[in-house]
Every structure is written in structure tokens, then in C-alpha cells.
């Protein structure tokens, strides 16, 4: 087997283990926190239907057609609209490519940057689909270790001052992190940027959750401080509308590897769905509609992750830890080192509630007692009564 | 610069040849044969919109959920239908994967079965995004000459037992070609798919046009000639819906190899748009309305077709051939050699006509005196006027 299919298989297996979690969970008697699911109830229905008659009305030949790599003009100048309104990063349209989901963002940036055995530095843990993607490339992937506060610059500046090979890029996720729920300090935005910036590194910044944010006050992405050059910034409609219309958008300020991402996107699927991307754009420029979205969807999620800390407060024994998040889908939950989640998993089914147990968010090292569970998913009374039966496996498991 | 962007960089340069085209032609006073378009005055946008409803009233918030990576699998069952009906394979849901575009489904194969330097056989010339795809991950392209009668056999036959390290796999489209629109006759069906087994070497089928055809008698697929295991096939609803939307689908009947492609696109896309999947189904199984609208394709593109041969017979001078395609999209015409058919395309634009000169669709030794034509995209009249202005330019350059 080569050193690439065996990267492709250890890549698949971690993630293989997380889909058959989430096949098995799918029973209507189980409450799930395995998942990352939107809320379907939140889906603005209505509207999107509303904007897609008017895709069809106006538009329908070319939604129908072959399109640009680039993306579809219209929904590119929205994104930097939206992107300038929001996390501050200035960009102008032929630097923004629509992706099929972030995570064809984070596969052509792989594709584009990366030979076999090159570094890639990425917090530990982290997005199991990005060590997925760049694990696909065989990549060596560098654990930095995060805590409250996100990535650890002491830990990030002993790895970048080693003698080891450059890093081609670092790759983070700022706000409300996937596992951890966990948002970037400003002093420690500013520290990377520098840190990057001194030893060339380029950020792959990955900010999907940045919208969804229920406490707490907003900071600008590490795109929007001065000297982006070299950073990419990736961002989706997944969140903030839906992710089955699989519409994202990477931004790259340095020219040269744009039109690099684009060739790569060329080659890979020739460009995304002309039909979406007006439905996106259509959808979005209705007046006052987006942002009232935005506002339901901060207070249901927001309410959801304050029943589920509060069910954790009441439940869960002495010895277990968890996350506070100002926002996003996810809290982080470490149990007593004597538990091992992934046999947690099993009481805890038999409990009928789910989670993600944490290892395959590790690069390395992985402890055994870490958990991963989504709150926006399920209602404030599945939220108590799952954390209730969650609290009960952890107890027999002591 | 690695292998791996020198090859990415070569691979773009030839396609962004041809997008440089494709945008300068995009004038409403140039007649264009150079794109590879249907045309969209034939889409059928009252049954899409129809569908459309369907899909958000009936299974709205799922159609806007994430999915499965293999796909809808309602889709999987109609492309099984489907491909039973037309090409005679019989595949089960199980080997049907849903990709963004026929362009994906190579990427994917590509990405899960070539390492650096791996031959991969193709036709020449051949489908340009195919060598781009093939080349972005650094295969090495080895080109097995074509007739009107498709691959050459005797061609292949040398290939395959000369003492070459042994190709990856052999990549083909065997019905209305692009860019020359011709087919692969029976007899080399038959032929292919033994030397293929004999030496064990995987066929790739790409048949994104078997549905338009226009004339003669159609044949099965080289997958659904007995023994398929190893034989990968795409089709694509681009060509008989519309491209916009993205959708096609890659069929494996090797069960391994599927988990490698659908492991793949998870890296990849995670999936893709479960809104264009559940449309495209609705779409095709409302009664009637799919076989209707693929008999008014077949009947206009066959005018189309017929208005450009009688107008290459009436207007280009002696010393000029060309291929009689029994479908698809394209006609390839061979002018005399002294013809450079990059200068030719100068002298064409001058005369407001447009077409794709030869050169990128081979690997190797690419003649200078080939063209590509696309009639699907221009009515009779605008076939015959632009024929004749394309004659105009062919007899100033002799």
C-alpha cells in the first residue's frame, strides 16, 4: 500500500468511526449530541423558497448553465460585504473563490500547497475533517496544544523556533472551535499574525461558527489585521442559511496562489453550483430577511447552550470539566481520566444518548476522556433529560 | 517549483487557453462554436420549477441538511434504473456515487488511484478536463491514437504488452467523443474490454453525452460487458438536464475501490448539494417529463447537427475533413496542414466566428491543423452564417 492510500485510510478511518456513530444514533428514541447538525426547524424555508422562484424567474438559464470557476459575481461582492460588516477582513471580489462547502476550501488548499511529508501546524485537538483533507495529501500533522483561550503561542513559538522543516501553513479555527468550542483570544490573534508572520508561515484561517455568537464581544478574524498577505480565510453559508446547498467561500489576498486555488478548483469539479449560488445570493439580499435569521437563530442556539451548561452544572459528578462557550454548536467535555469515551459511548447508548468521543480530534497523544456534544441540535427538554442520561453512564463508568 | 504545481501550472495553461477563449467569444455579435454549452432555451425550466416546489414542500428542511457522502439514495436508485434502461449496466445503489459534475468524479479517481509518475492510458485527442484532472496529480499521460471508429486497438495492444511499467488505468469515452464525436464501435468494445482484463488494467468510461444521440444504433456499455468488476463508469445529468446543478454520478462495481472514492469525497465535499439531488429526482420521475424533454433535446440538437454538416460540405474549401457524429456536441474538423488553427482562430474572430483550436486535447505531438466545433449551442441560421465565416478565414489562411 502507498504512503498515500495508507494516509487515505488512516484519514478515513477516524472519520468512518464518527459516521457510523451517527448512523447508529439516528433512532427517534436516541438524543443525539454526536452530530453537527443545524437546527432543521430554523431552516428559513419560506424565504428560500421565495428566492429560488425568483432565481428561476429571472435568472433560470443561467442557474441552469455552466458557470465560472471563480464563482458567481454577485454572491462574490455579498461575501465581501458581508465579510468587511462582520469579522472586519477587506477584500475585494477577484479574490474570493465559492467553494463546494468549506471543506473543498480546506481540500484545494491541501492540494495546492502541500507535497508529501510537508508540515502542517494545526491546533490540537481540531476539526477532524481538516486533519482529514490535509491527512489526504500526506501531510505530517503538528499538534499545538489549545486551552481556554485557543491555541497556545508559547507552544506555537518553541515549534516554529525548532530546527524542524518550515511549516507550509498553520491552520486554525479562531471562533467557537470545532471540538472545543473554545474562541481565540485578541492578545493571542495578535501573537500569531506576528509569529506567522516572522517565520513565513502562511494562516489558513477557518472561521465557519463566527456568526453564531450568543455572549460576549465579537473580534476582528486574523485576516482583518494589518499585513494579510499570505492568509487565507475560509467561510461558508453552512451556519448562518444551511449547509445542504454546500456554499462556502475561500479568500486569498495573494494573487498568485488564487489562481492557483481556482486551477485546482478547475480541475476538480469545474466550479459550484450556478443554481445555488444565485439561490445564496437571492436569498441573502432580500431586505431585513438575513439578518432577522441570524438574530432567531442566536437566541434558540443561545438558550440551547445555556440548558445544556446548566443540565452539565446539575448532572454531571464531581471530576468532569467542560468548555463555556460564547458561541458556535459544540461544548468540549473532559471526563475522569479512568473513563474511556469510546467505551463511555457504549453505556451511554444503552442510555439511549450519544456523543463523539474526542480521539479522533487528536494529531497524537490523544487522552481517553475527552467528549464532544453538539446543543444545537435538540430542544432545551432533550437537552436536560440527554445530559440526565449522559450523567447516568458517566456514574456507573467511575 | 515541485513536480506537482509544474504540472498543476501545465495543466492550466492549457485550459485557461481555452476559458481566454471562451471570454473573449462571449460578444453577441460573435457566433460561437468554441464552448462545449447545451443550450439553454431547451432547458426545461417550468418542470425544474415544478420539482423545485416539490422539494421544499414534501422534504424541504432535509434538502437543505447535511447528507450522506454517497448521496440521495432515491437518486442512486434512479441512476441504477436509469443506466439498466440506456447503457445496459446493472449496477446496485450500493456502487453509485453522487458527484459535483462528471469533472469530480475524475478528480476522485484520480486523487484514490494515482501516485506520482503512474501512466494512465488515454485516447488522443482527448476530453481536456479528463489530462487536467489526470495531470494535477503528476500521472504521466500516454496517448493511444483514435479513428472515426474511436481508440485504435492494435494501438492499445502495443502499449499494453510493450514492457512499460503498467498503466493505472485507461480512460475512454466511448460515445460522441469530445472533442472529435465519434464512437467506439462494438467490435472494439469487445476487443478493448478483453486486453483491458488480460492485463489487468481498470477501465475508466466517461459517457456524459450517451443519452444525445441523434442517429444509428446505440450500444451498451464497456461496463456492461460481462466481467466488469474493475470498470469504473460516469454519467452525468449536465447534458441531459442541464450543468448548473452539478450532479452526476460515478458507479463501482469493486466494493473497495468504492469505499476508497467515497472516502475520498468526504476530504473532498463532504457531499453533495442534497437540494440539486432531491430536485434532479423529482425532476426525472415526474411521469413523462423526462423522456419528453430528452426526445426535444435529441430532435434539436439533431437539426443543429445536420444545419453544421451540410454547411461544412457547402462552405470549407477541398483539402478540408471533417467527423460525422451520430450525437453529442461536437464536430472535429482537420483543415491542411499549413493551417496553424491558433493563428486560424485570429483570422476567425476577425470574421465574428469563434471555435477551440486542437492543440490542448493532445498529449503528445498535437497537430497544428485541428479545430473543434460545438453545434449544440447556436439555431440552423446561426450555424450556417458562421460556417460560412469560418470558411471565409480557412480560405484566407491557404
Not at 478511518?13 to 452530530?35: C, E, H, M, N, Y
Not at 495573494?254 to 469545474?270: C, M
Not at 494529531?363 to 432545551?380: C, I, K, W, Y
Amino acid at each position: 500500500m502507498s504512503d498515500f492510500r495508507l494516509a487515505t485510510r488512516c484519514a478515513r478511518l477516524k472519520s468512518s468511526a464518527i459516521r457510523q456513530i451517527l448512523k447508529v444514533t439516528a433512532g427517534p428514541d436516541i438524543i443525539s449530541f454526536a452530530g453537527g447538525l443545524p437546527a432543521p426547524e430554523l431552516f428559513p424555508l419560506q424565504d428560500i423558497g421565495r428566492a429560488t422562484e425568483e432565481v428561476l424567474r429571472e435568472d433560470g438559464a443561467s442557474a441552469m448553465q455552466y458557470g465560472p470557476t471563480e464563482g458567481y459575481l454577485p454572491l462574490r461582492e455579498w461575501v465581501c460585504a458581508h465579510l468587511s460588516a462582520t469579522v472586519k477582513l477587506q477584500a475585494s471580489p477577484d479574490c474570493v473563490l465559492i467553494t463546494q462547502g468549506s471543506q473543498q476550501g480546506l481540500d484545494l488548499v491541501a492540494k495546492v500547497l502541500l507535497d508529501p511529508g510537508d508540515r502542517v501546524l494545526v491546533e490540537t485537538p481540531s476539526y477532524v475533517g481538516a486533519l482529514q483533507a490535509f491527512g489526504s495529501y500526506e501531510a505530517e500533522l503538528v499538534g499545538i496544544p489549545s486551552d481556554e483561550n485557543g491555541m497556545r503561542t508559547e507552544e506555537l513559538r518553541r515549534v516554529l523556533e525548532s530546527s524542524a522543516p518550515k511549516p507550509k501553513f498553520l491552520y486554525l479555527i479562531p471562533n467557537f472551535h470545532n471540538p472545543t468550542g473554545t474562541s481565540l483570544s485578541a492578545a493571542r490573534r495578535t501573537e500569531i499574525v506576528d509569529l506567522a508572520a516572522t517565520h513565513g508561515v502562511p494562516l489558513v484561517e477557518d472561521d465557519p461558527y463566527d456568526q453564531m455568537r450568543y455572549s460576549g464581544e465579537a473580534l476582528p478574524a486574523l485576516g482583518a489585521l494589518p499585513g494579510a498577505h499570505d492568509r487565507l480565510y475560509l467561510g461558508t453559508a453552512s451556519k448562518i442559511l444551511c449547509p445542504g446547498l454546500r456554499i462556502a467561500w475561500l479568500v486569498s489576498p495573494d494573487r498568485a496562489l488564487y489562481e492557483r486555488l481556482v486551477s485546482a478548483k478547475q480541475a476538480s469539479d469545474l466550479h459550484t453550483s450556478s443554481f445555488s449560488q444565485r439561490l445564496v445570493w437571492r436569498y441573502v439580499r432580500q431586505p431585513g430577511v438575513f439578518g432577522a435569521h441570524i438574530e432567531r437563530l442566536r437566541a434558540a442556539y443561545g438558550r440551547r447552550r445555556d440548558a445544556m451548561l446548566g443540565a452539565l452544572e446539575r448532572h454531571l459528578p464531581d471530576g468532569c470539566r467542560w468548555t463555556r462557550p460564547d458561541g458556535g454548536l459544540f461544548i468540549w467535555v473532559e471526563v475522569p481520566p479512568r473513563i474511556d469515551t469510546l467505551e463511555l459511548l457504549t453505556a451511554a447508548m444503552a442510555q439511549k444518548v450519544a456523543f463523539v468521543p474526542g480521539e479522533p480530534f487528536w494529531v497524537d497523544h490523544a487522552p481517553r476522556n475527552t467528549l464532544r456534544l453538539n446543543f444545537s441540535n435538540a430542544n432545551e427538554e432533550r437537552i436536560e433529560e440527554g445530559v440526565r442520561r449522559l450523567a447516568v453512564a458517566v456514574k456507573c463508568g467511575m
